[in-house]
């Protein structure tokens, strides 16, 4: 055989691999469970939001919350995290005129060095929170809207089923072009490296979670010293997964149905930097694992094309069987994403130009982190994690 058709061949062999061995990642059925009954006594709980910069989106997502019909007492501390845009004003203005939920807002200042911005934010939100006394913390992003059975649901969720850490990945804005070309595939390549259901297993085979919305146990956050064990996190959220997991927690993890995101991405650049600006920290930095990675993408996700058109082109039929065979098997494990998404199907095949645009995104972030530039973030920079003091 030719080396094209091995090339073909091995990239089938991981499709087949991916299809059954992968946890089933390309199913999107993974949602919030629903006990029999609610809990007797709701517990009492704090929403939390770390906002910088957010003026704009807030008064579609704010009054979400403040409307929350919720049995338990409930109350939404939004941490103003240095916004020059007005935030403070008008996240005020917005409780004076839609009422609902109680609301507080807190502006700590600047981050300490060795410390992310959210992180920080956070850090006093839930110090805030704590004074307050609550069984549970919802952790969500300024620009995540909830359903009014949000946090009902969340709360019925985790105290029947014993959960620690509760976990909706928001359903993201798809409207522009680019959006439907990349923030389908970006959910798929998640749920890939993290297969919900390894995540929601008794025996967990993975740990994440989805930042935008998390419910957490504020007894497990603090024995978990969440957010100082992790002040230096970029990807806060998987970093937070795995904190609550060694404190012994158990974590649930899926699709929502009831939690979109508003942020628009509606030009290719503000696409490019939502992925560039943590692809290389989710590599930890590391040269090594980003050449796997740039090779792993080409053999999983550009030889199958490659090798059909190349195969036909030179007559090689066992590339192009093995090719056409590994690119519609990638095709199909993509469908239901784009389902969920309630995108036409025509996308699908598609995926190996996204694939690489996502290869592309990652070399950036490499480029950037070397020449200093890092993670960055609303005016913020994270180049290289300073060592931030033990307290």
């Not at 946890?23 to 007797?40: H, K, N």
């Not at 014993?162 to 749920?191: H, K, N, T």
């Not at 740990?207 to 504020?218: D, I, K, P, Q, Y």
Request: charged share 20%.
């Amino acid at each position: 055989m030719s080396p094209l058709a091995w090339i073909a061949i091995a990239s089938l062999v991981v499709w087949c691999w991916l299809l059954l061995g992968q946890g089933f990642f390309w199913r999107t059925d993974q949602r919030l469970p629903a006990p029999v009954d609610g809990p007797e006594a709701w517990p009492a709980v704090v929403v939390v939001v770390p906002a910088r910069d957010e003026a704009e989106v807030l008064p579609l997502s704010l009054p979400s919350l403040l409307a929350q019909d919720y049995p338990g007492r409930a109350e939404v501390i939004l941490v103003d995290d240095g916004s020059t845009d007005g935030t403070t004003v008008v996240a005020e203005d917005l409780s004076r005129r839609h009422g609902g939920l109680p609301l507080a807002v807190v502006r700590p200042g600047e981050p300490e060095p060795g410390w992310t911005g959210k992180l920080w934010a956070l850090r006093h939100g839930m110090a805030q929170a704590r004074a307050r006394g609550p069984e549970f913390l919802l952790l969500t992003d300024a620009d995540i809207a909830h359903e009014p059975d949000s946090l009902r649901r969340l709360v019925a969720a985790a105290t029947g089923h014993g959960l620690d850490l509760v976990s909706q990945m928001a359903r993201l804005r798809v409207a522009s072009g680019w959006e439907r070309l990349i923030v389908p595939a970006f959910v798929y390549f998640f749920c890939q490296l993290y297969p919900f259901r390894w995540i929601n297993r008794r025996r967990p085979l993975a740990t994440a979670a989805a930042g935008g919305c998390v419910l957490l146990r504020s007894e497990t956050a603090a024995r978990a010293r969440v957010p100082e064990a992790i002040r230096q996190a970029v990807i806060d959220d998987v970093s937070l997964a795995r904190a609550v997991r060694r404190a012994g927690g158990r974590l649930w993890l899926g699709l929502a149905d009831r939690v979109d995101s508003i942020r628009p991405y509606p030009r290719w650049g503000d696409l490019w930097r939502m992925v560039s600006r943590s692809a290389y920290a989710q590599l930890r930095h590391n040269p090594l694992l980003l050449a796997g990675t740039v090779a792993g993408l080409a053999l999983v996700y550009l030889a199958p094309p490659v090798t059909l058109v190349a195969g036909i082109l030179t007559g090689d039929g066992r590339a192009a069987w093995a090719g056409g065979l590994a690119w519609a098997v990638m095709a199909g494990t993509y469908l239901p994403m784009l389902r969920y998404y309630r995108q036409p199907p025509w996308l699908a095949p598609l995926l190996p130009f996204t694939a690489l645009l996502y290869l592309l995104m990652t070399v950036d972030s490499a480029v950037q982190h070397h020449r200093g530039r890092g993670a960055a973030w609303k005016g913020r920079t994270y180049a290289r994690p300073e060592a931030a003091p033990d307290r």
